[in-house]
């Protein structure tokens, strides 16, 4: 296992140099690199009837589209590809994490703001499509009228405060429980050496594909929001 460290020395170090570009920036690149190569080989070798890495992606992409289409609608189609990228990109740097010799990009405050920030500007933009003007309506509450006027403005600026944390909270908690799942698993498999392995990797696993799974509901909760009416 590997995570993000200042004096750490990584295999991605002897094609680049960690001075330079960081460890988390090198290995987004190499996860990037990873899925469009098998892309690639996807897209040049499918079979009416899936198997292999094939069908395991077609798993993937039908749970998150699921997802999506229960959550946000049919509306929600024009947003899948983006969010079914978010997750399988997330997914793969957490379990880059769990290779010896190499980190979790999303280890990485950096990594996973440049991921949170397009989802904020992207869930806006689309309530801005979708509801046009009228999008503002969600920050301004229930009650329009000149009587409640200052509860409008009390609300509209608890709305746009609660916005714009959505990244900084997106940032924020994939990057501890990453942090936190290296240095968790790290403490027992020194404390247990001989019979933690198999459970250290499981633990491990698991918090890989639960945290990916939680920044996507979060981001899926979010276009749900800006294309629902407002009350």
Same mark, same amino acid.
């Given at each position: 296992?590997?995570?993000e ?20 920036? +090198?290995? @987004? ?26 069908n ?23 947003a899948f ?22 980190? +979790? ?7 996973? *703001?440049?991921? @949170? ?7 806006? &933009?689309y ?7 009228? &999008? ?5 509450? !229930? ?6 006027? !200052? ?10 405060l ?7 909270? /997106?940032?924020?908690? /994939? ?13 027992? @498999?020194?404390?247990? !050496? ?7 990797? +499981? ?7 639960v ?6 509901? /979060?981001?899926?909760? &979010?276009?749900?929001? *800006? ?5």
């Amino acid at each position: 296992m590997a995570a993000e460290g200042i004096h750490e020395v990584l295999l991605m170090d002897v094609f680049v140099n960690p001075d330079v570009i960081p460890h988390n920036v +090198s290995h @987004a690149f190499l996860a990037s690199v990873i899925l469009i190569v098998l892309a690639i080989v996807i897209r040049t070798s499918i079979r009416l009837v899936p198997r292999g890495i094939q069908n395991f992606f077609e798993v993937i992409i039908e749970t998150i589209q699921n997802l999506v289409e229960s959550n946000i609608g049919h509306h929600g189609r024009k947003a899948f590809p983006f969010i079914c990228t978010i997750f399988i990109f997330i997914l793969l740097c957490n379990f880059m994490g769990l290779v010896p010799g190499f980190a +979790s990009a999303t280890a990485n405050v950096n990594t996973n *703001a440049a991921m @949170a920030i397009p989802v904020f500007l992207a869930t806006h &933009y689309y309530g801005l499509r979708f509801h046009g003007f009228k &999008y503002v309506n969600h920050f301004l509450g !229930p009650i329009r009228s000149i009587v409640a006027l !200052p509860l409008i403005i009390m609300i509209f600026i608890t709305e746009v405060l609660s916005h714009l944390a959505r990244p900084l909270t /997106l940032t924020v908690r /994939l990057f501890g429980n990453m942090t936190a799942k290296h240095l968790i698993l790290g403490v027992l @498999a020194i404390i247990l !050496p001989m019979i933690a392995p198999v459970f250290v990797l +499981s633990l491990g696993i698991i918090t890989c594909v639960v945290q990916a799974l939680v920044f996507t509901l /979060l981001t899926i909760c &979010y276009f749900a929001g *800006a294309i629902e009416e407002a009350h």
